[in-house]
């Protein structure tokens, strides 16, 4: 029983980091009205940086989290006006075929960053330095590594950081605007181009965050985009894929799951709870927890 | 040839088509008028399938439409055309009539693959069918342009010479002169008279009047899903609910 | 007209199969064997991505069952060649099926990643089904393929075995794509809401190229499994499935040439850029990109349109 709970404290630091990925997810849906491939690299551009900034460069931990997070964002959003607005200039009048050059143009970002990022950091794992109090928490007759409730913390704090922007920043407004209703958007004058910008850049930060995030409770390598991506999707799937609600409930259910399948069954299985709630989901209520089912005629 | 009867269709809660009941006799032109959102478009989506009804009938000589999907209602010998024109833009002219040619005819995909004297037949026979209709709009020159290349009406054209491709009985055109200028109105005018004399049936959704009061046998208005007046153009002219459903709009009196 | 193309094809073929008498270098006729490989499945996915517009990105998937269904049938089961290819054919087909039928509801990103995580169900499946696939290990010592007694066992037999089935594959490909059957695929992708109203069935459209590219994928991995005699779950990865994917639209999704031309370019490219493994990918990665700006429609496809350009111009037309 104590290594349930034990379980599920690190299930919920994980689901918060899968929150943070699909909150990515759902973001880059608004602003690209496409699922970003890249999102899983630049997840782990993060922790790499965050080893980085944290080994090589002596930085606190929060300077860590912040320098990441303003560097990914600036990467992000690099590519986003390089590779894919010209996508967007080019084809606005086959949403079809957009879709597809922006799938497999993110998938390119995504094979270029892993490469990138093997080829400047190496290929093996790497670990943080020991930024975490080794001595863990006690709650009672539960012990917690200091890690769980860090990364927690800082997941939930940027949420709501992420969650206020939105709601009461005059930015965040224009890019909610523009998530609802594009044409409206710009005759109000929203930028589109500006709009999107910034919801990539936002996205790419938050997904480098979440790397960094797990970087700090395990270590840096180069297949954790791939892990986390499908995953964050799954969770942004279950929540509803554009609600940000949504994004942060699918991923604590999605942990919640992930550990309890772990404390009961056996760990090997714990993927299979990702993707079969993936393709339950898609078969199901695609439309997710939150959101409401969209009638599709024909 | 076409019996619709009391018709519904509730979106959300709000009625969009309300008890409508008309029928289309077989080789008249009957036409579908009325203020903007009065349901045409609706009526149409639930006699080709792309709609279900809350309610009512649609009887297609002795066939019952309602729950058939679109395809199957296209291989009983309806078709259509669409508002938004919907060609298949990235292939030619003569693909675009190609894929409607199958309507009727049961291909199979071993006779497509392996190339059997029989598909070859039928290949033959279809494009020769293909050519005479891409003749019959005028729209012979452009047969291996791609659609897309096509200008405005030159597509409704296709639109429409794709729609008998499919050796439709009843042809159900949705605005078919949308943004048109006069002359074109006036090629799709003797088009749909053509097609009277091909034995096909029309039913078509207009906004124009002119070219309404010229080419119907018949008029059925709508006016917020519920039909208002029905009968010759003459008689629906003089109709007093149907001028007042148009007050504001552009008067029903054609010169 | 129409039989011009035969000669094309006949000259194309005979020119191929005369490749082995120019130069029996074993390494060179593998790569090439490899092509038509790949070629195969290319083949199959152009159909259901680049024709119907259907995103698959776990192709790989019907690419290992293919291989595993082969090479189990022939060693753990002692069965001939053609029993393991048709066995390849039948479960790839059903698997084909079994995820055509959920995938009507999907688009874009969401089928995309709907066929990721099946892939890697599949190839979870591989890793720890230990009794029948051998897990990481894999199969090994797969028979050299036996047709009518003869023993495909050089390099050569080999190549001209790919070769023929290579062609074969094409010619079915080809007698789809240009029949009139063939049209309800890009009319199924340009316009869903019409092509029913023209009588097509969508969702079995649909359904009919997935279980074509998957047979495909399925001949060409059971190809493959007798081609290495050795086959582990690392060959099928996302990597693979992406792999393909890059073939087809680096080639020219749509059109009838593009996978030959990809997978020509993409195994040679992978090949001769092997020792600088990562360069090599970094270069994909870029190249993809790049290849969305400037080059959407891929090789065969930018050619065609600046020829037709160019035609159009030289006939002073607009």
Redesign the interface.
């Known amino acids: 029983m104590l290594e349930a709970l034990q379980q599920i404290a690190s299930g919920l630091a994980i689901g918060s980091v899968y929150a943070l990925v699909a909150l990515a997810f759902s973001l880059t849906?608004r602003a690209l009205s496409?699922?970003n491939?890249a999102t899983g690299e630049l997840f782990m551009l993060g922790a790499y940086l965050g080893v980085t900034f944290t080994a090589t460069l002596s930085m606190p931990l929060w300077a860590a989290v912040l320098a990441t997070a303003v560097s990914v964002s600036i990467i992000g959003v690099g590519?986003e006006k390089?590779?894919y607005q010209?996508?967007f200039r080019?084809?606005s009048n086959?949403p079809?075929?957009l879709?597809?050059?922006?799938?497999?143009?993110t998938?390119?970002?995504?094979?270029?960053?892993?490469?990138?990022a093997?080829?400047i950091w190496g290929a093996q794992a790497l670990p943080f330095p020991n930024v975490f109090d080794p001595e863990p928490i006690r709650l009672g007759s539960v012990i917690m590594p200091v890690e769980y409730l860090w990364v927690t913390g800082v997941a939930v704090f940027l949420m709501s950081v992420l969650n206020l922007f939105l709601q009461r920043t005059w930015i965040g407004k224009g890019l909610r605007a523009a998530a609802q209703d594009r044409e409206t958007a710009a005759l109000m004058g929203v930028g589109l181009a500006a709009a999107d910008s910034w919801t990539f850049g936002v996205s790419a930060g938050v997904s480098a965050v979440g790397g960094l995030l797990i970087g700090a409770m395990s270590f840096a390598y180069p297949t954790m985009g791939?892990a986390f991506v499908?995953k964050g999707?799954?969770a942004a799937?279950i929540g509803g894929l554009g609600s940000i609600r949504g994004a942060i409930l699918g991923g604590f259910l999605l942990g919640l799951a992930e550990s309890l399948v772990i404390a009961f069954v056996s760990s090997?299985y714990k993927?299979?709870v990702a993707?079969s709630l993936?393709?339950v989901f898609?078969?199901f209520r695609?439309s997710g927890l939150l959101l409401k089912p969209v009638e599709?005629?024909? | 040839m076409l019996e619709v009867s009391a018709l519904e269709k509730r979106f959300a809660g709000l009625s969009a088509v309300s008890s409508v009941s008309f029928s289309v006799s077989e080789g008249e032109i009957v036409s579908m008028i009325g203020p903007n959102g009065a349901g045409k478009t609706s009526v149409f989506n639930m006699v080709t399938g792309f709609y279900s009804p809350d309610g009512g009938s649609i009887r297609f000589r002795t066939h019952e439409l309602r729950g058939l999907p679109p395809h199957q209602i296209a291989r009983l010998g309806v078709a259509r055309t669409f508002q938004n024109m919907e060609v298949f833009g990235e292939m030619t002219v003569e693909d675009n009539m190609r894929v409607a040619c199958q309507c009727h005819s049961p291909v199979s995909f071993t006779g497509a693959v392996f190339r059997t004297g029989a598909t070859h037949r039928r290949e033959r026979e279809e494009t020769q069918r293909i050519g005479e209709l891409i003749e019959a709009v005028g729209l012979g020159q452009k047969r291996s342009l791609l659609a897309s290349q096509l200008a405005y009406g030159e597509q409704r054209r296709l639109e429409i010479a794709r729609a008998l491709a499919t050796d439709a009985r009843l042809l159900l055109l949705d605005e078919p002169t949308a943004g048109m200028s006069p002359t074109e109105v006036d090629e799709i005018l003797s088009l749909i008279g053509g097609l009277r004399k091909l034995g096909v049936t029309v039913f078509l959704i207009e906004h124009n009047m002119s070219l309404v009061m010229r080419v119907s046998d018949r008029i059925v208005v709508l006016d917020h899903g519920v039909k208002i007046a029905e009968g010759r153009p003459d008689e629906v002219q003089l109709n007093e609910s149907v001028r007042q459903a148009y007050l504001g709009e552009v008067a029903p009196l054609p010169c | 007209m129409r039989y011009a193309w035969i000669s094309w094809f006949a000259a194309a073929v005979g020119f191929l199969a005369s490749v082995p008498v120019l130069s029996d270098n074993p390494y060179t006729l593998h790569v090439l064997s490899l092509v038509g490989i790949y070629a195969i499945v290319a083949m199959g996915l152009n159909l259901v991505f680049g024709y119907a517009g259907q995103i698959s990105l776990g192709h790989a998937a019907y690419f290992a069952v293919g291989a595993y269904t082969s090479a189990l049938l022939t060693t753990s089961l002692g069965q001939p060649f053609a029993l393991g290819l048709l066995g390849a054919i039948a479960l790839s087909v059903a698997l084909g099926y079994l995820v055509g039928v959920p995938s009507l509801k999907l688009e874009g990103a969401y089928l995309a990643m709907a066929t990721i995580g099946f892939g890697e169900i599949v190839k979870m499946l591989l890793v720890n089904w230990e009794q029948v696939t051998g897990g990481p290990a894999g199969i090994s010592r797969i028979p050299h393929p036996e047709v009518v007694g003869i023993a495909f066992n050089s390099s050569v037999l080999k190549f001209y075995l790919v070769l023929g089935f290579a062609s074969g594959a094409f010619l079915v490909y080809f007698n789809l794509l240009r029949s009139h059957y063939g049209t309800r695929f890009v009319a199924v992708r340009d316009s869903a809401k019409a092509a029913s109203a023209m009588g097509i069935d969508v969702k079995r459209a649909k359904v009919q190229a997935f279980v074509f590219s998957a047979g495909f994928a399925g001949v060409a991995g059971a190809l493959y499994a007798h081609l290495n005699r050795y086959i582990a779950p690392d060959a099928f990865t996302l990597g693979e499935s992406i792999n393909f994917l890059i073939i087809v639209v680096v080639g020219g999704m749509g059109t009838v040439l593009g996978p030959l031309v990809g997978a020509t370019i993409i195994v040679y490219l992978r090949e001769t850029l092997q020792i600088l493994k990562h360069y090599n990918m970094l270069i994909y990665g870029l190249m993809l990109m790049v290849l969305m700006v400037f080059m959407p429609r891929g090789l065969v496809g930018t050619t065609r349109l600046l020829a037709a350009r160019w035609r159009a111009r030289a006939d002073g037309q607009n």
């Open positions: 849906v496409q699922i491939f590519f390089i590779a010209p996508l080019a084809n086959h079809a075929r879709h597809i050059l922006i799938i497999c143009s998938i390119g970002t995504s094979i270029f960053l892993q490469n990138a093997m080829l791939a499908l999707f799954t799937i090997v993927d299979v993707f993936l393709l898609l078969q695609p599709r005629r024909v």
